[in-house]
């Protein structure tokens, strides 16, 4: 291997364990791969990073993350919060049920797992608390909820995984509904065992005329993921519109419906979404350059040589994936294990046979789970920073709920119709 790609991944690992950001990190390790090579200039740095930027569907991230949080300030969560309680919350240990239902429905707005947390977490936890749950379990099923946020569509990490390794962002989005949904329901059952077994609490009985009031207070939340995919699937706009046509629908159901925000909100809101925009972005296009030169090295080739050389099969390659991304994802940011991970990989599984989009989603759900495995999960941090609990306290009660997911993400490679279902409906 040349000196120049060599350099390319020390220079990576030693920023990162230096304590760099990821930006940065990634970037120095392209510096130093052009300044070895004589056949790069720096010419190349700007010509990459203005075609990896100059892409349609790279505007679907700031205006999904506009919409996100247009929802998220506008009054979406106790509605969705009233209509979760009113479905679920009469079962045993209802109201945790109730958190990761909620989180469910929020995931299909925010895109964001952090942003799903807060939100919902915001609001759940307190009430758990109050109905007599530990503090530190009420904490768990916080972060262990907040993990859909970038499984079920819209999802920031889908639309950046696609755009980074080529994948067709449409079907990665279509590609997380039922995968989403699927782990809910198995996080929900595991909560259930647990409020069985410990005795926990559960709301009053079932009452229909509470879910109606509820659900038609919450109607115009549950009508924007209908409304974006409906779009999709029918063929009335790209993925990148719908994040446009979500933003639309987002403002109107704010200000006209719910009215829970003002003209003063909104200027806010797009303030702290251009940010977040600007620092994505930068750390996006420095990301594919990186992904650039990788493919430029042919590192992508040789690891794939060398994993066809000892791994027979497609299921040991699965077993290596899920082993590599749940310990990456207790070490590593959500962003960083995608843009690094992501171009070096995709090939390779595309070598063994596997669908792409089956692939993307399952790399995706594994990070996800990631954001609630300790020490160093996003998700468990907010969860902790919410209920003041600390990390080890939280952890203990989230081992078992991470195994459930570890169980989905086996699931989801052994099964790809769970992933390609909906993809292959569209065509």
């Given at each position: ?305 060398f994993m066809l050389a000892f ?34 990989l995709a090939p ?80």
């Amino acid at each position: 291997m040349q000196t120049a790609a060599i350099a390319l991944i020390v220079v990576l690992l030693v920023g990162m364990a230096c304590g760099l950001e990821i930006t940065w990190a990634l970037g120095l390790s392209c510096i130093a791969a052009v300044l070895l090579d004589p056949k790069l200039t720096f010419v190349v740095i700007a010509q990459r990073i203005f075609a990896n930027s100059n892409s349609f569907s790279m505007l679907a991230i700031p205006a999904f993350m506009l919409a996100g949080d247009v929802m998220s300030k506008g009054g979406l969560s106790k509605r969705l919060v009233a209509f979760a309680d009113s479905l679920v919350g009469w079962i045993s240990g209802g109201i945790s049920l109730v958190s990761i239902v909620a989180c469910t429905f929020f995931a299909a707005i925010s895109g964001s797992s952090v942003a799903t947390t807060a939100a919902i977490g915001g609001l759940m936890y307190p009430e758990m608390v109050k109905r007599g749950y530990p503090e530190s379990y009420a904490a768990a099923v916080q972060a262990i909820g907040g993990t859909l946020g970038i499984v079920i569509p819209p999802s920031i990490v889908l639309v950046i995984y696609g755009n980074i390794t080529g994948t067709d962002v449409g079907a990665l989005l279509m590609a997380g509904i039922l995968p989403g949904v699927v782990c809910s329901v198995f996080l929900c059952l595991y909560a259930y065992y647990k409020a069985k077994k410990c005795g926990f609490p559960k709301s009053d009985k079932f009452s229909f005329k509470r879910f109606l009031v509820s659900f038609k207070d919450a109607v115009w939340a549950l009508i924007m993921p209908v409304i974006i995919l409906g779009g999709i699937y029918a063929g009335v706009f790209t993925p990148t519109e719908s994040a446009v046509v979500a933003v639309v629908y987002g403002l109107i159901v704010c200000l006209a419906v719910y009215r829970e925000i003002s003209m003063k909100t909104i200027w806010e809101i797009v303030e702290n979404t251009a940010e977040g925009t600007a620092n994505l972005m930068i750390l996006v296009v420095t990301a594919q350059m990186f992904g650039w030169l990788i493919s430029y090295y042919q590192i992508p080739q040789a690891v794939t040589n060398f994993m066809l050389a000892f791994v027979s099969n497609k299921y040991m390659f699965w077993a290596i994936i899920i082993i590599l991304l749940t310990i990456c994802g207790m070490f590593l940011e959500v962003g960083a294990t995608n843009l690094i991970l992501g171009p070096i990989l995709a090939p390779i599984a595309a070598a063994f046979g596997i669908d792409p989009v089956q692939f993307g989603l399952v790399f995706v759900f594994l990070l996800a789970m990631g954001q609630a495995t300790p020490p160093f999960g996003t998700c468990m941090f907010v969860a902790c920073g919410i209920s003041k609990q600390s990390v080890g306290q939280v952890s203990k009660h989230l081992v078992p709920f991470v195994v459930v997911e570890i169980l989905c993400g086996i699931l989801f490679a052994l099964v790809p119709g769970i992933s390609l279902l909906l993809p292959s409906i569209i065509g």
